[in-house]
């Protein structure tokens, strides 16, 4: 007896730490599994909301904030839900990325995962209206926060989303007037430099390459782009930006 009471006592206090780890492995496991189904291009939500369920039952961490928000930016952009759905799952990734980041300020995955549903929810309306309610300015300083933090986090995620802003927003006197083709120009770059197998980097450098009448770099980037195959764990996004790379090279060159 005197030897198996301590035991037992261990055994006690481990299993509830263990329990909150496996919510959280649960989650990413299922979030794993996400393109296992898929119809007309579209990913089916199954096993996104149950990663969504296993990280609501998770132990708080920056893991499971970020992996959260990002299942939620995901079921509302590549799965085969209507539109009313994807807004009102960005909502909750804006809602919860709300108390994330004031919870953990310097992860550079909460802050990224946040501002990539309210970005995504942005989209849903007028880019005049985005700019008037805030929205584009809140991208903004979540995005640079991020790129002081970590440059390459999401295969340089801030840059690409801040730099396509720069790139395709208009200036709006007295509510929009901080686009940049220079800032663009840098940032895009930058992106490209650090990951250019992600086919969105790539897409939007050719782009800013034909902004500044840099044609013959433009077409060597999207002849390269075209030819790549969608890599196993982005293969919607891949097949996405493959598609729009065509279309852009068809009707420059």
């Keep these: 007896m005197k030897i198996f009471l301590p035991l037992i006592f261990l055994f006690t206090t481990i299993v509830p730490f263990n329990h909150q780890s496996s919510e959280l492995e649960k989650a990413e ?3 794993a599994k996400r393109y296992d189904k898929m119809s007309e291009g579209m990913a089916d939500p199954i096993h996104v909301d149950k990663a969504i369920e ?3 039952k998770a132990k708080d961490s920056p893991e499971k904030y970020a992996g959260l928000l990002e299942a939620y930016e995901f079921k509302g952009s590549w799965t085969s839900v209507d539109d009313e759905t994807a807004r009102a799952t960005y909502k909750k990734g804006i ?3 709300e108390k994330a980041k004031e919870m953990y300020p310097n992860d550079a995955g909460v802050l990224y995962w946040y501002i990539a549903n309210f970005s995504r929810w942005g989209d849903l309306i ?6 008037d309610e805030g929205i584009l300015d809140e991208v903004k300083t979540i ?3 991020v790129i002081e933090l970590d440059p390459e986090y999401h295969q340089a995620g801030a840059l690409r989303l801040l ?5 395709k927003a208009p200036d709006i006197p007295f509510v929009l007037t901080w686009p940049s083709d220079e800032k663009a120009e840098e940032m895009l770059t930058k992106a490209y430099e650090i990951a250019p197998q992600h086919t ?20 060597e980037v999207l002849i390269k782009l075209m030819k790549g195959a969608p890599r196993e764990m982005y293969v919607l996004v ?3 930006f493959i598609r729009k790379g065509k279309e852009l090279y068809d009707s420059e060159f």
């Design 29 to 31: 496991k299922e979030f």
């Design 95 to 97: 809602d919860i990325g």
């Design 200 to 219: 969105a980097n790539a897409y939007y450098y050719a782009k800013m390459l034909l902004n500044e009448d840099r044609d013959s770099e433009a077409k």
């Design 54 to 56: 296993y990280y609501l």
């Design 163 to 167: 730099g396509g802003i720069h790139l």
């Design 238 to 240: 891949d097949e996405k």
């Design 126 to 131: 007028p880019i005049t209206e985005a700019a």
């Design 143 to 145: 995005c640079e926060k």
